[in-house]
């Protein structure tokens, strides 16, 4: 999963980064209003955590423009502009939830995982690949009745792969959905955590597998 996190004060900015990362989420960040609206045009974002004090403007407005251009996932609010009249405006202008600062990291945490649940209550609760299955909103697997322990990069590939099952993905496309856009894993790191993969579903006998698809990717089947 992917959010994007729009907060012009930079350490803040990379807290809530760092924080949303260890839980589980690919994050791409903005200082201003023009980079968040340049990157909602690259990237499908599964949330988005906006401030509403930016250099160029009121956060809010990319939310309404968010909206009106169909876009259908949470929307986190984060701002120390929550008096009751500006809570009520962000939540009656597509905000689906409105997190006053100073904020407790931890409500940060179960705030964006109680909206990505919502999100999936819209969508399919479970991805399903034969005897695998993954719930992305609570952020576990399983083969059969069996639980998979992985790693939040792990889970983030694993993800990938089994919304697109049977479909080449390229490491480009891996590492788009599993990392944000300014971070820079190692060039094996994919390599790496395939391999992770497979040794665990292996050992759980799963009949899924990750196939090399030499010179593109890796397929889930």
Request: aromatic letters at 4%.
């Amino acid at each position: 999963m992917r959010a994007l996190v729009v907060e012009d004060d930079q350490r803040l900015r990379s807290l809530v980064v760092r924080t949303l990362a260890r839980a589980g989420l690919a994050c791409d960040e903005a200082a201003r209003i023009s980079e968040a609206e340049e990157l909602l045009t690259v990237h499908d974002y599964d949330l988005l955590v906006l401030d509403r004090r930016l250099p160029d403007g009121d956060g809010l407005d990319v939310c309404r423009r968010a909206r009106r251009k169909g876009f259908g996932r949470s929307i986190l609010v984060l701002t120390a502009l929550d008096d009751p009249a500006a809570t009520v405006e962000g939540l009656s202008d597509g905000a689906d939830d409105y997190l006053g600062k100073p904020f407790d990291l931890d409500v940060l945490v179960a705030r964006a995982h109680a909206l990505l649940r919502r999100n999936e209550r819209r969508a399919p609760s479970q991805l399903v690949c034969g005897g695998l299955r993954l719930d992305p909103g609570r952020r576990l697997a399983w083969q059969d009745d069996a639980e998979l322990s992985l790693t939040a990069r792990e889970f983030a590939i694993l993800e990938t792969l089994m919304r697109r099952a049977d479909s080449v993905l390229s490491r480009e496309e891996i590492l788009e959905q599993a990392w944000g856009e300014r971070e820079e894993p190692m060039s094996n790191t994919i390599d790496v955590l395939i391999a992770r993969l497979r040794k665990k579903l292996d050992a759980c006998g799963s009949s899924s597998r990750i196939e090399t698809v030499r010179g593109v990717g890796y397929r889930l089947t």
